[in-house]
């Protein structure tokens, strides 16, 4: 495969069977076009920009990279919901999406074979507005790999019914985000769901109830600076489970002594959490190993009193 990083754009779009392109966001984009069997494009930037049209319109495109985040155009907009014709079946990957418009669904709709896809949503500064754009992605089907940030304003409350995930996910994180105990078994209901990331916020609720028809398929759970006091469990709620990990989790009590009877367990992973937690983790480790079991525990940074 034809790689290029960081040169010259007089000398990148003399290649025109460049597949991978990595750079900051400062080339001619008129000139790309040459690029006909561009595949992967990483754009370094340093703060948001617009994602122009010419980009949704590369066949060959598969894999859209923006490190500082990217919208979509005004002009994009209209096409979606305008133009019949739109569609932008090439897409596979497209990160950081800044979501700010409702219309940005409609572009979305119209990229049917999208499987990963990393987005921040935007909250309105103004409280007499709406404060999110829209909110419901099912109708992502191909969709594997999810993540959403809420980026915005603190002390705006989230409307308690915003969940609307594709049900095909493999991979699901939120950020920021205040679900209720309803939405994450929702959420555990999702039946290919394999990869679990929860980060600040997730749980509106001291106490989290998993239940036996819930994450049945889940390998990987990262809890991070959540709010949770207390976590019932049971080793059958969560039969596939093979690593767990626990970040600045500083109201958790405990961890529920039964997870150590799942099979597939591999590691726990305990950062910067309450004492207590960190002393159940060392009860299930060395139950574990008089056991015979070969169960993994990483602990680090765990600087919080009961």
């Known amino acids: 495969m034809a790689a290029m990083r960081y040169l010259a754009g007089s000398q990148i779009f003399t290649l025109v069977q460049l597949r991978y392109l990595a750079g900051p966001n400062i080339f001619s984009l008129k000139s790309i076009e040459s690029l006909h069997k561009i595949e992967f494009l990483f754009l370094d930037n340093a703060k948001e920009v617009e994602i122009p049209d010419i980009l949704l319109n590369m066949a060959s495109l598969r894999i859209l990279n923006y490190t500082g985040g990217a919208y979509f155009s005004k002009s994009s907009h209209w096409r979606a919901?305008?133009?019949?014709?739109?569609?932008?079946?090439?897409l596979q990957h497209i990160s950081l999406l800044s979501i700010?418009?409702?219309?940005d669904k409609e572009i979305l709709r119209c990229s049917p074979n999208l499987r990963r896809l990393k987005c921040q949503v935007e909250v309105?500064?103004?409280?007499?507005?709406?404060?999110?754009?829209?909110?419901s992605f099912e109708f992502l089907n191909q969709l594997e790999s999810f993540s959403l940030k809420f980026c915005g304003p603190k002390g705006r409350d989230f409307d308690p019914n915003w969940i609307s995930l594709?049900?095909?996910l493999k991979k699901l994180t939120l950020s920021n985000t205040s679900l209720s105990t309803e939405q994450v078994s929702v959420i555990g209901r999702l039946q290919n769901l394999e990869v679990l990331k929860l980060q600040y916020g997730f749980l509106d609720a001291k106490q989290w109830d998993t239940r036996e028809d819930e994450f049945q398929q889940l390998k990987f759970l990262e809890l991070n600076g959540e709010k949770i006091e207390q976590w019932n469990a049971s080793s059958d709620h969560l039969p596939r489970l093979q690593r767990l990990v626990l970040k600045n989790c500083h109201h958790l009590e405990m961890i529920p002594f039964c997870l150590g009877d799942i099979p597939t367990l591999q590691m726990i992973e305990v950062h910067s959490c309450n004492i207590s937690t960190v002393k159940c983790t060392m009860l299930?480790?060395?139950?574990?190993?008089?056991?015979?079991?070969?169960?993994q525990v990483l602990i680090s940074s765990n600087t919080h009193c009961e």
């Open 81 to 90: 919901t305008k133009d019949e014709s739109f569609q932008i079946y090439n």
């Open 100 to 103: 700010r418009d409702s219309k």
């Open 124 to 135: 309105f500064q103004d409280p007499c507005l709406p404060y999110l754009p829209f909110l």
């Open 166 to 168: 594709p049900l095909n």
């Open 284 to 295: 299930i480790y060395e139950e574990q190993r008089e056991m015979g079991n070969e169960l």
